[in-house]
């Protein structure tokens, strides 16, 4: 009787490991998501999942949480998604337009592609939730233009930099701000 129920323990932690390294294994693999070229979907796929492990982040944060502030002139978790936002909008224009941001784009997004001071008075107040509905809006476009590029484009330059480096350095910028927000987020009391 003993060795049965250790028989079947053993075959539960194994199908246990077996489910949980299947997950580590698929969330380390880039796959092309359809309808993309092989370079852009590449970067899609990483953008993606930096996009989730950002939202993980904050995804949970109550109105304290979203707007905290580590010190004075520190950006709030909110604000931080708004810039993520706003970066990438950015470069959407940059990128499939060859211009910034005309007057009516900088309204609405230079404070929070600059942050500082402005950004820690106007953004707050409101939900993580606003601020992510945004960052995937914005996704939503980027990933909506980019479907119409094939891998040629993606190496053409633009200005000094080329279309790849460009959504390159979303991707890094996301990056940094995730380890901003995982620290902000222990700091929350």
């Known amino acids: 009787?003993?060795?049965?129920?250790?028989?079947?323990?053993?075959?539960?932690?194994?199908?246990?490991?077996?489910?949980?390294?299947?997950?580590?294994?698929?969330?380390?693999?880039?796959?092309?998501?359809?309808?993309?070229?092989?370079d852009i979907g590449q970067m899609i796929s990483m953008m993606d999942n930096l996009k989730q492990r950002v939202e993980r982040n904050v995804s949970n944060l109550d109105q304290q949480g979203t707007d905290f502030l580590l010190d004075e002139n520190a950006n709030s978790p909110g604000a931080i998604i708004y810039h993520l936002a706003a970066t990438e909008a950015y470069y959407q224009v940059y990128t499939f337009e060859g211009r910034g941001f005309n007057k009516e784009?900088?309204?609405?997004?230079?404070?929070?592609?600059?942050?500082?001071?402005?950004?820690?008075?106007?953004?707050?107040?409101?939900?993580?939730?606003?601020?992510?509905?945004i960052y995937n809006e914005v996704r939503a476009k980027t990933k909506a233009l980019l479907k119409t590029k094939d891998?040629?484009?993606?190496?053409?330059?633009?200005?000094?930099?080329s279309n790849h480096w460009a959504w390159f350095h979303v991707m890094e910028h996301q990056a940094n701000h995730m380890g901003q927000l995982a620290l902000i987020r222990k700091r929350i009391k």
Request: glycine letters at 6%; hydrophobic letters at 40%; aromatic letters at 10%.
């Open 105 to 133: 784009e900088a309204e609405k997004w230079e404070t929070a592609l600059n942050l500082g001071e402005k950004a820690r008075q106007e953004f707050k107040g409101k939900p993580i939730s606003y601020y992510l509905e």
């Open 151 to 161: 891998d040629d484009w993606f190496k053409q330059m633009n200005g000094n930099m």
């Open 1 to 38: 009787m003993n060795s049965k129920k250790t028989i079947m323990k053993t075959k539960i932690l194994l199908l246990i490991l077996v489910s949980f390294s299947t997950v580590l294994i698929a969330q380390n693999n880039i796959e092309v998501p359809p309808g993309y070229s092989d």
